[in-house]
C-alpha cells in the first residue's frame, strides 16, 4: 500500500460552519503534512507532523487546527474560514521528517469551497 | 531567499518530445523533483536527482541537470495526451520542498 488517502474529496461549507479533513496513510510514514494548493498555484506547506507532534506551523491563521491522532492518521479541523480558504488541500508523508531525499507522497486533496 | 522558477505553458503534439524547463537560485547540494499533477488530483512523483548528477534516465523521461547554470529540464519522449499536465519542479529547502509556479503541458492529437 503505497497510497495516501484523503476524504472527502469534495467539501462545500457555510462560513459558520465546522468541518474536518481527514488523511490515512498505512506505510508506517512518520512524517505528515498538509498543503495548501490555490487555483493555478504551486502547494504551499501548512503543517508538519513528525512523530505525531506538531514541528511545524507556517504562520497558520488558528481558524485552521491539525490534529495527528496517531501515526497513520491526520486531521484537519475547520472552523470560521473564509471564503479566500477555498483551496485544493493536499496531504503528503514521508518516511522520517523531511530530510534529503525523503519521498513525499501525495493525497488526492480535498477541494474546499468556502462560501 | 530561495525560488524555482518555470515557464508557465507548453504546447506539443502527440508522439513529440517534450522538454520542460526550471531554473532554481540555491546552488547547495540538494535533490531537485519533478511532480505531475492531474486536473483535480494529488502531485504524483515522476522522477528526482540529486545536484551531483547531470542526468538520469527513466523509460519515458530523463532529467538533465546543469549545476553551473542552475537549470534542469525534463524531457518527455513520444507524448501523449495522457500526459497532459501540471508539471512542478521542486527543490529541497530544510524541512519543506519548494516548488516552481507549475508548467501546463497541453498535448494535442
Known amino acids: 500500500d503505497t497510497e495516501v488517502t484523503q476524504t472527502p474529496k469534495h467539501l462545500v461549507m457555510g462560513m459558520t460552519n465546522k468541518k474536518s479533513l481527514k488523511c490515512e496513510q498505512h506505510?508506517?510514514?512518520?512524517?505528515m503534512y498538509w498543503y495548501k494548493q490555490k487555483a493555478k498555484k504551486p502547494p504551499e506547506l501548512m503543517f508538519v507532523?513528525?512523530?505525531?507532534?506538531?514541528?511545524i506551523n507556517e504562520s497558520v491563521p488558528s481558524r485552521f487546527s491539525p490534529e495527528c491522532p496517531n501515526s497513520s492518521l491526520l486531521n484537519l479541523h475547520l472552523h470560521a474560514l473564509q471564503p479566500e480558504d477555498s483551496a485544493l488541500y493536499l496531504c503528503?508523508?514521508?518516511?522520517?521528517?523531511?530530510?534529503?531525499?525523503?519521498?513525499?507522497?501525495f493525497g488526492s486533496g480535498t477541494q474546499l469551497s468556502v462560501l | 531567499g530561495e525560488d524555482v522558477e518555470q515557464s508557465l505553458f507548453l504546447s506539443v503534439r502527440e508522439g513529440d518530445s517534450s522538454v520542460i524547463n526550471c531554473t532554481y537560485t540555491d546552488s547547495s547540494s540538494t535533490y531537485l523533483y519533478w511532480y505531475k499533477q492531474e486536473p483535480g488530483a494529488g502531485l504524483q512523483l515522476l522522477t528526482y536527482?540529486?545536484?551531483?548528477?547531470d542526468m538520469k534516465q527513466d523509460q519515458r523521461l530523463t532529467v538533465l541537470l546543469n549545476k553551473k547554470d542552475k537549470h534542469l529540464s525534463l524531457r518527455i519522449a513520444d507524448t501523449q495526451t495522457g500526459d497532459s499536465a501540471i508539471y512542478f519542479c521542486?527543490?529541497?529547502?530544510?524541512?519543506?520542498?519548494?516548488f516552481g509556479k507549475g508548467t501546463t503541458l497541453s498535448v494535442s492529437s
Open positions: 536527482i540529486f545536484s551531483n548528477m
Open positions: 507532523y513528525s512523530y505525531e507532534k506538531l514541528s
Open positions: 506505510m508506517g510514514h512518520r512524517a
Open positions: 503528503a508523508s514521508s518516511q522520517e521528517p523531511f530530510r534529503t531525499n525523503e519521498k513525499l507522497f
Open positions: 521542486a527543490k529541497e529547502a530544510g524541512t519543506a520542498l519548494i
